[in-house]
């Protein structure tokens, strides 16, 4: 049975409580967060320029009001790496930025009121517990010997544990957009009260059928596999596309475009949960969030359900 769930100051993990997850983060530890540089952490040992040239889609440059940076980036570079400085550097407004080694961060982090976005693992506690990738904020500091002990300002799941990044790289900036926002949600309505902060994110979803939603059709299930049959419990625009063209929506801040993320088991596990979510391709705003419980075998991605949840 599909369920809602909430929304805490650790990002849509699952059913796990406010007391579970929150790390005592308070609002002065947001506010501490703006007057520091963040470190963003990217894969390998390569030192990596704060400017840096990015893949230019047509028109990038108009939609986010940035110049192309100067700076070559190295031919080896990760996708994620690619991603995640294109993120920071066109969208990112909540503080100064630097970009850091994983050797360098094993160092800093050890150190007090230093924070960080960043890749990490991390262990839910459903009912079955489940190995995420998430895209996390976080806060350093030396009594937190191990990286899964830092507090977590925000976080998003990415994936299950072991899937290709591949499933997820190209959505990164519209994530990065989402955690700085949710931060302000944060400072802006400190302390913050979960039924509200579920609310905030669950009336979004009416947003959905204003725009044209894309999905990639390893998104969804056998019972919605086609336009013509999404369209007997949905009537909005939808597209089924590839990733890129959902990245280049994100990279554009294409307003009429909203998006699907999926974090599912994808057959790796015998059972699990699978986490659904809308975002809106301009700013990465939330707009929707439920999940199923699959079985090995089971169906993964949105169901007639969901589409049903976005014409109301």
Known sequence: MKKLFTVVVLFIIGFESFAQISSGIKATDIAALRKKTIYVVIQGGTPILTNVKYSKVVGENESTGKKEKDVEEATTDTEYNKAIRFAMTNFWRVNKAEFIT??????????NNNFFIHIMEYKTKDKVPAKLNILAITKGGPKYKKVDKMP????????????????????IPAFVQFLQDHLDYEFQNAPVDEKKMLKHYNDKSKEIKDGTLYVVSEDLTKKVFDIDVIHK?????VMIVEPAEIEKAI??????????????????????????YVFAAKGGELLYMSEHNVSKGGEEGL???DFKSFSK
Do not use: W
């Open 102 to 111: 994983e050797e360098e961060f094993e160092e800093k982090r050890l150190v």
């Open 251 to 276: 990279k554009m801040q294409d307003a009429h475009v909203t998006f699907v993320h999926v974090v599912s088991p994808r057959k790796s596990v015998d059972s699990g949960l699978c986490r659904k």
């Open 303 to 305: 169901q007639d359900g």
């Open 152 to 171: 977590i300002l925000a976080a998003i799941p990415l994936s299950y544990l072991n899937i290709p990044e591949a499933e997820y790289v190209y959505k």
């Open 233 to 237: 419990f949905y009537k909005g625009d």
